[in-house]
């Protein structure tokens, strides 16, 4: 019922910055949790931050900490990542999740409290 689209991938130098944006139709994700992942080729799907979005709670992986932001816009039902300080190993594709349930802390950070998934944007980060 709810489909995701990621845009805002491509390629950077490291030390600059890109936005990913997705953007939720179909149905409402307005009181649940919307989640960022990456996967590299050849490693598991990795998290990397999530938003609760009626709390307003703030999730982020330890590796991107200081460097990403998740923001929203509910006018929009859109979901935003800034990354900054981009480095070479943050290379993969990336992902939006939404979750249509209420999630403890350690949930929003496993692929399987997601029920529904962007196609991915890849980003490509060059030394």
């Known amino acids: 019922q709810v489909q995701l689209v990621e845009s805002g991938g491509g390629l950077v130098q490291a030390g600059g910055s890109l936005r990913l944006s997705c953007a939720a139709s179909g149905g409402t994700i307005s009181r649940y949790v919307m989640g960022w992942f990456r996967q590299a080729p050849g490693k598991e799907r990795e998290f990397v931050a999530a938003l609760s979005w009626s709390g307003g709670a703030l999730y982020y992986a330890d590796s991107v900490k200081g460097r990403f932001t998740v923001s929203r816009d509910n006018a929009k039902n859109t979901v935003y990542l800034q990354m900054n300080s981009l480095k070479p190993e943050d290379t993969a594709v990336y992902y939006c999740?939404?979750?249509?349930?209420?999630?403890?802390?350690?949930?929003?950070?496993?692929?399987?409290?997601?029920?529904?998934w962007g196609q991915g944007t890849q980003v490509t980060v060059s030394s």
């Open positions: 999740a939404a979750r249509t349930a209420p999630a403890h802390a350690v949930a929003v950070t496993r692929p399987s409290s997601y029920d529904y």
